[in-house]
């Protein structure tokens, strides 16, 4: 029964890291959404004001936005939606079958659960779900490389925002991130509470690294990191495949619950202004 309380918790905190940076994705394009409507609004009123709305605070850039600016904020945006909208079927596929769980979302916790069953023979193939699972993991990571490459630093001080406690965070996932150089890329995926993993990526992008070298390495380092959650799973066993066939009768309700914990704020949000 641990062991099964051990995997939700593994889902859980995989939740919990798709979730803390969605709120500082949807920034960027609910301000400049807001911001383009008070533009509008003002335009016959103060022509130089509107002109410059892009200079408002809250903005990543620090020019002039143009069709690059715009398809990378919108990028960001759709980034911050798909992470959401895949939280319940990372539940729902750990329960089904946990090679395809690794393989359609590069899940550490399928990573985990795959190597378990792997090591009493029910996931022979699991080194092509692996090799999948790397790609899918780094899929969309090229976004935050882009908007480093646009903005420099500028979507770091979007996600820090005014909180004090947030800037410190973030300011200390940058030191990390500057004294590592290239090799942040292989470290990123360190399970630390710090935002190193974005940060290391808008940074590549800012130093010009280019992206073919920065899928590489990042295609690397989800390998790496699977890998070893893999092992581990497949280290001990027995015993995880059991806690499996137990979190397989109640993946149906886990994803449920995702599904109301996603859904929940954002009724009572529009609850709220109704």
Known sequence: MSLALGILNGVQDEMSTAVAGEKDSFAVVATAVAVA????????SDSVAGDEWWKAEGMPWNHKPGRSDYWCMGWIGFLGIFSLAMLPLRGWLLGLDPPILMGVTGSRTGAAATGALASVGQAPHWIWWLLLGSVMSIKLDWVYWWAGKLWGRGMIEVWAGRSERAHRRYNQAEKWARKLGWLGVLVAYVP?????????FVL???????????????FIAATIWNLGYLGLGWGVGDPIVGALKYYA???NWVAIALLIVILAPIFFKKKKKA
């Open 37 to 44: 409507e008070e533009e509008r609004s003002s335009v016959g």
């Open 192 to 200: 630390i509470p710090l935002p190193i993993m974005p940060v290391v």
């Open 204 to 218: 590549a992008g800012a130093s010009k690294m280019k992206v073919r070298w920065f899928v590489a390495l990042d």
């Open 249 to 251: 009768k109640i993946a």
